[in-house]
T-cell receptor, first 114, second 113 residues
């Protein structure tokens, strides 16, 4: 089956720094990738939809200048949390969408901003 | 986009069969019903998907009535490791159209020894 690799699994950073999270599709190509955010004991909330070679589409209320998404290839999308603050601490999950495999989720990244 | 309603939590015991029901009254013709399992600090994991009637795989069964306005995930003989949050989603899972998933609160299933 399809495997999506998300890295790092957890990261701690200082307030004001930037953090990059990678989402890779292994052995398959994904034109569309999604980025979610999940707070403790809450459901997943879609942040943005990323399409290879074009600008990401952000959900209402998500700051595109703070959460930079780059989907430069068919196997890699990155989410960069810029100038991170403690309120950005959360669990971030990516997923791919293909006609053959449907949705496949990464293992998530636990971001803690101190 | 179809919205789903599930019980917030359920308890059961090892070896029992667990049934979790999901309501999706405004499911669209092209929508599939998919269930995911999520453990703490992990991404969701696919369990089962169906369109109508009954689907069974090695881990679960999915029962869908004719009107498709609800579905029931059945986990046979659960174990402690089945303690997780279970999400029911409806949508065009192949991505042809309307491909945004809407995540409900999920059902927190706790299995006791």
């Amino acid at each position: 089956g399809a495997v999506v690799s998300q890295h790092p699994s957890r990261v701690i950073c200082k307030s004001g720094t930037s953090v990059k999270i990678e989402c890779r599709s292994l052995d398959f190509q994904a034109t569309t990738m999604f980025w979610y955010r999940q707070f403790p004991k809450k459901s997943l909330m879609l942040m943005a939809t990323s399409n290879e070679g074009s600008k990401a589409t952000y959900e209402q209320g998500v700051e595109k200048d703070k959460f930079l998404i780059n989907h430069a290839s068919l196997t890699l999308s990155t989410l960069t949390v810029t100038s991170a603050h403690p309120e950005d601490s959360s669990f971030y999950i990516c997923s791919t969408l293909t006609e053959y495999y449907g949705y496949t989720f990464g293992s998530g990244t636990r971001l803690t901003v101190v | 986009l179809a919205k789903t309603t599930q019980p917030i939590s359920m308890d059961s015991y090892e070896g029992q069969e667990v049934n979790i029901t999901c309501s999706h009254n405004n499911i669209a013709t092209n929508d599939y019903i998919t269930w995911y399992q999520q453990f703490p600090s992990q991404g969701p994991r696919f369990i089962i998907q169906g369109y109508k009637t009954k689907v069974t795989n090695e881990v679960a069964s999915l029962f869908i009535p004719a009107d498709r306005k609800s579905s029931t995930l059945s986990l046979p003989r659960v174990s402690l490791s089945d303690t997780a949050v279970y999400y029911c989603l409806v949508g065009d899972m192949k991505g042809d159209s309307n491909y945004q998933l809407i995540w409900g609160a999920g059902t927190k299933l706790i299995i006791k020894p």
